[in-house]
């Protein structure tokens, strides 16, 4: 029976491995991108759809799930440099036939996200009261961050460890079942909600639990869905912490954490000189407009996702042309989507902030930022899809540089300097500096990332 099995796995195995390395590229990309569009969109209207019930509260509870986020972030990171470093590594593997090491990078990257998130829990609840007020939390809002967070971190281990199922199935080429534990989720929270927080009067503390429920559901169905097919089946007993999986993981996923922390900082650095340049409007301008790029961003990133696979998989395989092939293809339909969403949008500016917001002062903020970022909103498509490239293929520092780019080398000095030059002008166009100098920092990394590919290229 267990041969008959075996046999069964490694005939799918062996369909996986065609359909990844003779699949026309553009199909293939285009079958792998869809399901993750669809996850990152849901997502981000997810996490719209929870602010709006907890609107629904009071002021004090908005600001409290608002200050909270940050944990959750911290949350998400440590799964995304997890799934990321452990995913890269597995898809890499595969790509080179080696499915004995694949299986322990699985378990490996498993085990150590729910350590982490254990850990993080624990300590977390053990330092609510200062997490609290080192998140910002004033003493009318403290009882209902608490009651937020408490939630929140119980459900720390299982929130990072799905995060790495999902990347991990999605790397083996598995964004359709991927998609369906990510949007399971989703859509359970979304009916949660508002049963929790109004029709058991459990309020905040509902939409917490409603988050947490939900994020285990996702867990099991996509832990069910390491054992459906060729996937790489989870077994705890095949973790092995080494110092060489240890640094695979560290190389593949430092990209996605230095990228989640830096915009956390960069964020708040911009939200803090808005303040004190302008005030509430300032603050409340360039925030729309950071929701706005987004969402927009949400469909670039899921479009990104599905080419980390095809770059990861491929490389592994020793195919660099289809490597290459699938990054031009993403660049070229991922810059015209944008520039069709820039032109849209600067024509439209003043009508998209006063949707979010109708202030006259806020809309005339956030229209010239918005403005401003579209000018280069384009050349995000190049930016991204290198530093995605990069780090699915194992190039950990290069990918590390341009992750930390645009938030860190550039836009968290670009702030500061030019609002400090220029005032409020100065903050308005200091994204789409950053945005242009990331562009230019990127196209000599990727070359130089080319030239080592032609190099060990043996393909006619």
């Given at each position: ?22 699949t ?15 996850s ?18 009071s002021?004090?509870?908005?600001a409290?799930?608002g200050?909270s ?63 609290v ?6 003493d ?10 408490r ?40 009916g949660?909600d ?8 459990m309020?905040v ?56 922390g830096?915009?956390a ?19 409340a ?5 950071t ?34 092939d ?22 439209f500016?003043?009508v ?58 550039f ?6 300097i030019f ?7 100065g903050?308005?166009f200091?994204?789409?500096?950053a ?8 196209i000599?990394?990727?070359?130089s ?12």
């Amino acid at each position: 029976m267990k041969e008959k099995q075996q046999s069964s796995a490694d005939e799918a195995r062996t369909k996986r491995y065609i359909y990844m390395t003779e699949t026309p590229v553009p199909k293939l990309v285009c079958e792998l991108s869809v399901p993750t569009i669809i996850s990152m969109l849901v997502s981000s209207l997810y996490n719209m759809a929870d602010t709006f019930f907890v609107g629904r509260i009071s002021t004090a509870a908005t600001a409290a799930v608002g200050i909270s986020f940050s944990v959750m972030s911290i949350i998400q990171a440590l799964g995304f440099f997890c799934g990321h470093g452990s995913g890269n590594y597995v898809s890499r593997k595969l790509g080179a036939g080696d499915t004995s090491e694949a299986s322990e990078m699985a378990a490996t990257g498993f085990v150590l996200s729910f350590l982490l998130g254990l850990t993080f829990s624990v300590t977390g609840l053990l330092l609510l009261d200062p997490l609290v007020r080192l998140l910002g939390a004033t003493d009318t809002i403290i009882p209902d961050a608490k009651a937020y967070l408490r939630f929140i971190l119980i459900g720390a281990p299982f929130m990072c460890s799905q995060l790495v199922i999902n990347n991990q199935l999605r790397f083996q080429g598995s964004a359709a079942y991927a998609m369906v534990g990510l949007v399971s989720g989703a859509v359970i929270n979304i009916g949660l909600d508002p049963i929790f927080i109004f029709r058991l009067h459990m309020g905040v503390a509902g939409a917490a639990l409603a988050t947490i429920l939900s994020q285990l559901i996702s867990f099991c169905i996509l832990f069910i869905g390491t054992y459906q097919g060729p996937n790489i089946h989870l077994h705890i007993k095949n973790a092995r912490f080494t110092r060489h999986y240890f640094l695979e993981i560290v190389n593949g996923g430092f990209p996605s954490l230095a990228r989640q922390g830096l915009n956390a900082v960069s964020t708040m650095v911009l939200n803090t000189t808005a303040g004190l340049i302008g005030g509430e409007a300032a603050i409340a301008g360039m925030s729309v407009v950071t929701r706005v790029m987004m969402l927009s961003y949400a469909a670039l990133i899921g479009f990104g996702q599905g080419f980390q696979p095809v770059v990861s998989f491929n490389y592994g395989a020793g195919l660099y042309r289809r490597v290459k092939d699938a990054f031009w293809f993403c660049v070229k339909y991922g810059t015209i989507l944008l520039s069709i969403f820039a032109v849209v949008s600067l024509g439209f500016a003043p009508v998209i902030i006063r949707f979010f917001r109708d202030d006259p002062d806020v809309v005339a903020i956030g229209t010239v930022a918005l403005r401003f970022q579209n000018l280069v909103f384009p050349l995000a498509a190049t930016s991204v899809m290198s530093s995605m490239m990069l780090q699915s293929s194992g190039s950990g520092v290069k990918a590390s540089i341009l992750s930390a780019a645009r938030s860190g080398l550039f836009l968290i000095p670009f702030v500061l300097i030019f609002s400090h030059f220029f005032g409020m002008l100065g903050l308005e166009f200091s994204q789409a500096v950053a945005d242009a100098c990331t562009f230019l920092i990127t196209i000599p990394i990727t070359i130089s990332f080319f030239q080592e590919m032609d190099q060990k290229s043996t393909e006619p």
